[in-house]
């Protein structure tokens, strides 16, 4: 690795989520961010460059390959043709560190004590934080859940943020703990619509992402509300099927 493409390196990371570089000796740089707890490996190659993760959860790699599969080497190495390929790459990486669990929690547990410390002391405790603590964890996993998806619906595609909504799998009153609650697996990135029939349990997906209607939703209003015979999701990883075991068990009910 010449200086030159060490240099480059760095500077991509920088510029993709991946800002600290924690060691450039060798013939591999090692990249590392302040807000997750992902780290990558880069080397050059004949063909490229060569990228080695050490993921912060182990949910990151399978959604890599989802995207990047053309890329995907032996031993968990992703090999890239150019730099702008490495941008992206270390881009969706960086995303996705920040959105999957763990991390998501912690970003969490910040915000919250910051709006909690801004709270009067006579409102601490009551159910004045509860709401501020749900509204910040909403907003949360909304941030997580347009950043999992690339900000589009995780069923149409519909790429319009304000028609865009969080939806819980398992709800936010029934999860045991914030880990559940903030879980990107945990609910899907849904345009209004359809956010409103799986809120309610009217409809819900199978373990292969296709969509299920309710007896009570008729027949006739199903194309007005948008609802249409083949609608699947876009992809289902096997992290989600636990939650839409939940779900699914509340739609049969209904049912």
């Not at 800002?19 to 997750?36: F, I, K």
Request: glycine content about 6%.
């Amino acid at each position: 690795m010449n200086p030159l493409q060490r240099t480059l390196i760095e500077k991509t990371g920088h510029d993709n989520g991946f800002e600290h570089v924690l060691s450039s000796a060798g013939d591999a740089v090692t990249l590392a961010s302040a807000r997750h707890r992902s780290q990558a490996v880069v080397t050059v190659s004949a063909d490229g460059f060569d990228v080695r993760f050490q993921p912060a959860t182990p949910a990151l790699l399978p959604e890599l390959l989802r995207s990047f599969q053309p890329w995907a080497g032996a031993d968990d190495v992703f090999c890239v043709p150019a730099l702008a390929n490495l941008a992206a790459l270390l881009r969706r990486a960086a995303s996705l560190s920040q959105a999957l669990p763990n991390q998501a929690v912690q970003d969490y547990h910040a915000a919250v004590a910051q709006a909690v410390e801004g709270l009067s002391a006579e409102n601490r405790g009551t159910e004045v934080e509860r709401l501020v603590r749900q509204r910040v964890g909403q907003e949360c996993y909304r941030d997580a859940l347009l950043t999992y998806w690339g900000g589009a619906c995780a069923v149409t595609g519909v790429t319009v943020t304000e028609a865009l909504r969080a939806s819980h799998a398992k709800p936010w009153a029934e999860c045991a703990d914030d880990a559940e609650r903030l879980d990107a697996f945990n609910g899907f990135l849904l345009v209004a619509n359809i956010d409103a029939l799986f809120d309610r349990f009217l409809i819900s997906f199978n373990d292969t992402g296709q969509l299920l209607t309710s007896a009570h939703l008729p027949q006739s209003d199903l194309h007005r509300l948008g609802i249409y015979p083949g609608m699947t999701l876009r992809w289902l990883a096997s992290e989600h099927r636990p939650y839409l075991q939940w779900h699914r068990a509340c739609f049969l009910l209904g049912a």
